[in-house]
T-cell receptor
Framework: DAKTTQPTSMDCAEGRAANLPCNHSTISGNEYVYWYRQIHSQGPQYIIHGLKNNETNEMASLIITEDRKSSTLILPHATLRDTAVYYCIVKTGGTSYGKLTFGQGTILTVHP | KAGVTQTPRYLIKTRGQQVTLSCSPISGHRSVSWYQQTPGQGLQFLFEYFSETQRNKGNFPGRFSGRQFSNSRSEMNVSTLELGDSALYLC?????????????FGDGTRLSIL
């Protein structure tokens, strides 16, 4: 699985869009990009995933660059409850498909 | 639809004891994975089960074991507990083993070793 690089921490004002970047320059063609977040004392929460195209769901949007070497998770209107650690994970299939490798993630702090 | 359920939520044991943790996946999900989370090592993969068979295993000693039942429920067991086993143990489930299927996590069992 490709390695990812994320900023250690980011701040965002409540009501504004939060844009969380992730670099995965060694990604290969069959690897998906997954985003999870973890709020203190809870299990990681699945947010969104994508392969090549941009994706949107009720929680967020995922923008993947054309060369697939980086992506951005967008929370369109951040609230205080979005304060969490956000993990970007690149995952391939094959025999290791059940294994997610979590890095240190980005600590997002949403302030009033 | 109910999420992944882990029991118990909190557990206190002493060194040398053994412990069994339980996980009920989301209804219809047949794949269950286990992770350990500690402040020092972060989230680390333990193993994955599908159709009662272990499909993948992380880099943990043999004291850590698991199993899956025919109804997809899973248990993990840790024998001869050590202080370093104090952690949040997380279970995740997904429908099958196909690529592109995200895992959904429970809120974990917090194990403290005295």
């Amino acid at each position: 699985d490709a390695k990812t690089t994320q900023p250690t921490s980011m701040d965002c004002a409540e009501g504004r869009a939060a844009n969380l970047p992730c670099n995965h320059s060694t990604i290969s063609g069959n690897e998906y990009v997954y985003w999870y977040r973890q709020i203190h004392s809870q299990g990681p929460q699945y947010i969104i995933h994508g392969l090549k195209n941009n994706e949107t769901n009720e929680m967020a949007s995922l923008i993947i660059t054309e060369d697939r070497k980086s992506s951005t998770l967008i929370l369109p209107h951040a609230t205080l409850r979005d304060t969490a650690v956000y993990y970007c994970i690149v995952k391939t299939g094959g025999t290791s498909y059940g294994k997610l490798t979590f890095g240190q993630g980005t600590i997002l702090t949403v302030h009033p | 639809k109910a999420g992944v359920t882990q029991t118990p939520r909190y557990l206190i044991k002493t060194r040398g004891q053994q412990v069994t943790l339980s996980c009920s996946p989301i209804s219809g999900h047949r794949s269950v994975s286990w992770y350990q989370q500690t402040p020092g090592q972060g989230l680390q993969f333990l193993f994955e089960y599908f159709s009662e068979t272990q499909r993948n295993k992380g880099n943990f000693p043999g004291r850590f074991s698991g199993r899956q039942f025919s109804n997809s429920r899973s248990e993990m067991n840790v024998s001869t507990l050590e202080l370093g086993d104090s952690a949040l143990y997380l279970c995740a489930s997904r429908p099958g083993t196909g690529v592109g299927q995200p895992q959904h996590f429970g809120d974990g069992t917090r194990l403290s070793i005295l």
